[in-house]
T-cell receptor, first 114, second 112 residues
Framework: KAGVTQTPRYLIKTRGQQVTLSCSPISGHRSVSWYQQTPGQGLQFLFEYFSETQRNKGNFPGRFSGRQFSNSRSEMNVSTLELGDSALYLC?????????????FGPGTRLLVL | QKEVEQDPGPLSVPEGAIVSLNCTYSNSAFQYFMWYRQYSRKGPELLMYTYSSGNKEDGRFTAQVDKSSKYISLFIRDSQPSDSATYLCAMSGYYGNNRLAFGKGNQVVVIP
């Protein structure tokens, strides 16, 4: 089975721009979660989508948004980029998003905001 | 106080040594405890998964959970250069779903 894929792998943007990142989960997985990883804060939960609905949201400003499509692929969008948004953005998929389930992470998209 | 505390200091050990990593947490509602390994430029991969207190062993890896002390550990025996990576503790169960709370991670370097 193919793993979780994320595109693009690397991205450079300037302050004030917006960015869209994409995640394709493992085939058959319906839950997709997004995390932000920075050296200072580590991995922080952004949000989770299941069956095209946002089920859970972390403590991030409204500039961070996402969506999920009927084929379970997910996108996250960051508007009005700030320097502090520079990070590795990881998505993880699991079958149903149950608390006992293993989450499988993609390689991440490294975003640099200048 | 952060939900999960993991001293992020790097760790260098000689090949063959035992690596000991640990995390503490503040919320007693966490039920599921994991260790992820993350190689440079890769996403985290699940290494060990434990539920409730006790030990779990898988090859050279042993995970321990002490819920009464809110303390989890990972031991790597006979460490190899290929074990050089960042190790992240994670836990779930508090939010009623698979939302993970992570420690900041330890960068481990095994010197041949």
């Amino acid at each position: 089975k193919a793993g979780v894929t994320q595109t693009p792998r690397y991205l450079i943007k300037t302050r004030g721009q917006q960015v869209t990142l994409s995640c394709s989960p493992i085939s058959g997985h319906r839950s997709v979660s997004w995390y932000q990883q920075t050296p200072g804060q580590g991995l922080q939960f952004l949000f989770e989508y299941f069956s095209e609905t946002q089920r859970n949201k972390g403590n991030f400003p409204g500039r961070f948004s996402g969506r999920q499509f009927s084929n379970s692929r997910s996108e996250m969008n960051v508007s009005t980029l700030e320097l502090g948004d520079s990070a590795l953005y990881l998505c993880a998929s699991s079958s149903r998003g149950g608390e006992r389930e293993t989450q499988y992470f993609g390689p991440g998209t490294r975003l640099l905001v200048l | 106080q952060k939900e999960v505390e993991q001293d992020p200091g790097p760790l260098s050990v000689p090949e063959g040594a035992i690596v000991s990593l640990n995390c503490t947490y503040s919320n007693s509602a966490f039920q599921y405890f994991m260790w992820y390994r993350q190689y440079s430029r890769k996403g985290p991969e699940l290494l060990m998964y434990t539920y409730s207190s006790g030990n779990k062993e898988d090859g050279r890896f042993t995970a321990q959970v002490d819920k009464s002390s809110k303390y989890i550990s990972l031991f790597i025996r006979d460490s190899q250069p290929s074990d050089s990576a960042t190790y992240l503790c994670a836990m779930s169960g508090y939010y009623g779903n698979n939302r993970l709370a992570f420690g900041k991670g330890n960068q481990v370097v095994v010197i041949p």
